[in-house]
């Protein structure tokens, strides 16, 4: 059994953001996440909507788990978000866009 107390921190997800959502952060077996930091960074003219889901392990993304939703990122603009959220094991973080143009950086650790 895990006993969580070797934290690694680690560079979690780095991706440019679909219409639809997607996956982008699955934690592995044995291990806990802590999500630190994420960073969301519009490459267009207009402003775009921003999603963020943490979805317990065999759940799907929308409301109930929303970090973001629908966050308004303005044209050439990048948001940002501190705080400590905890994952278990098999929880994802998906993530979607209201068109193209957005990339998200997250950040955080990995106990074991």
């Given at each position: 059994m895990a006993n969580f107390q070797n934290i690694t921190g680690t560079r979690l997800a780095q991706a440019a953001v679909t219409a639809s959502f997607v996956t982008v952060y699955t934690v592995p077996i044995n291990v806990r996440t802590f999500l630190k930091s994420i960073d969301i960074c519009n490459t267009t003219a207009g402003a775009l909507g921003f999603y963020l889901s943490i979805v317990p392990s065999g759940g799907t993304a929308?409301?109930?788990?929303?970090?973001?939703?629908?966050?308004?990122?303005?044209?050439?603009?990048?948001?940002?978000?501190?705080?400590?959220?905890?994952?278990?094991?098999?929880?994802?973080?998906?993530?979607?866009?209201?068109?193209?143009?957005?990339?998200?950086?997250?950040?955080?650790?990995?106990?074991?």
């Amino acid at each position: 059994m895990a006993n969580f107390q070797n934290i690694t921190g680690t560079r979690l997800a780095q991706a440019a953001v679909t219409a639809s959502f997607v996956t982008v952060y699955t934690v592995p077996i044995n291990v806990r996440t802590f999500l630190k930091s994420i960073d969301i960074c519009n490459t267009t003219a207009g402003a775009l909507g921003f999603y963020l889901s943490i979805v317990p392990s065999g759940g799907t993304a929308g409301t109930s788990n929303a970090l973001f939703n629908n966050k308004s990122i303005a044209t050439n603009d990048t948001t940002h978000w501190a705080g400590v959220q905890i994952l278990n094991a098999g929880d994802t973080i998906q993530v979607k866009g209201s068109g193209t143009g957005l990339t998200v950086h997250i950040s955080g650790g990995e106990a074991v």
